[in-house]
């Protein structure tokens, strides 16, 4: 079962923020968060490795809780480039290469 | 630096015809290799992966096949198309860090 992302859908204006949430029944080993344009590919954002591992990418961050198997990605003061859907990712079984993605969140920054 | 490589970029085939897209990777040596499909509006659905040459793992069963005749050579095929087969497809690379690393993708669209 692919992990579980909240909220499905997000409209935000200039300078706001959004928290975007990943859930998963099973144990995340890791979590990678991507980025997809319309009629794009998915473009890798960052990657978290361990269990309260938090990471920043200017304006973009996100945290890993391990134990609650489940991942946030942050985005602060947004801005139009942002818009997009929002993927996570994660490895369905250490030492399995079998990598799945979870269910998406569309993203909509309005001037 | 590493290349992947997708063609055709676009496709129309009628119902029943054979399919066969090809992906290609440059600059890494024995990546993993990934197929995914993507329906209009929807998340990535993985369809194979593969960790070496002749090594595939399938996900779905149905009309489609995968083969990897060459370490950078990933191929997806089908002897015969159904409508549901239509989408965007992506083939993707990943080393031992797990990024993964998207082609530009084929847009097929089964009449």
């Known amino acids: 079962q692919q992990p579980v992302q909240s909220p499905q859908a997000v409209i935000l204006r200039e300078g706001e923020d959004a928290v975007i949430n990943c859930s998963s029944s099973?144990?995340?080993?890791?979590v990678h968060w991507y980025r997809q344009k319309h009629g794009e590919a998915p473009v890798f954002l960052m990657i978290?490795?361990?269990g309260g591992e938090q990471k920043g990418h200017e304006k973009i961050s996100a945290s890993f809780n391990e134990k609650k198997q489940q991942s946030s990605l942050y985005l602060t003061a947004s801005q139009l480039s942002y818009s997009g859907t929002y993927f996570c990712?994660?490895?369905w079984g250490s030492g399995t290469y079998k990598y799945i993605f979870g269910t998406g969140t569309r993203l909509k920054v309005l001037a | 630096s590493q290349t992947i490589h997708q063609w055709p970029a676009t496709l129309v085939q009628p119902v029943g015809s054979p399919l066969s897209l090809e992906c290609t990777v440059e600059?890494?040596?024995?990546?993993?290799l990934y197929w995914y499909r993507q329906a209009a509006g929807r998340g990535l659905q993985l369809l194979f992966y593969?960790?070496?040459?002749?090594?595939i793992s399938s996900e779905v069963p149905q009309n489609l096949s995968a083969s990897r005749p060459q370490d950078r050579q990933f191929i997806l095929s089908s002897k015969k198309l159904l409508l549901s087969d239509s989408g965007f497809y992506l083939c993707?690379?990943?080393?031992?860090?797990?990024?993964?690393?998207f082609g530009p993708g084929t847009r097929l669209t089964v009449t």
């Open positions: 099973k144990a995340l080993y890791s």
């Open positions: 978290l490795l361990k």
């Open positions: 600059g890494t040596s024995n990546p993993n």
């Open positions: 593969s960790v070496g040459i002749g090594q």
């Open positions: 990712g994660t490895e």
């Open positions: 993707a690379w990943s080393d031992l860090s797990y990024e993964q690393y």
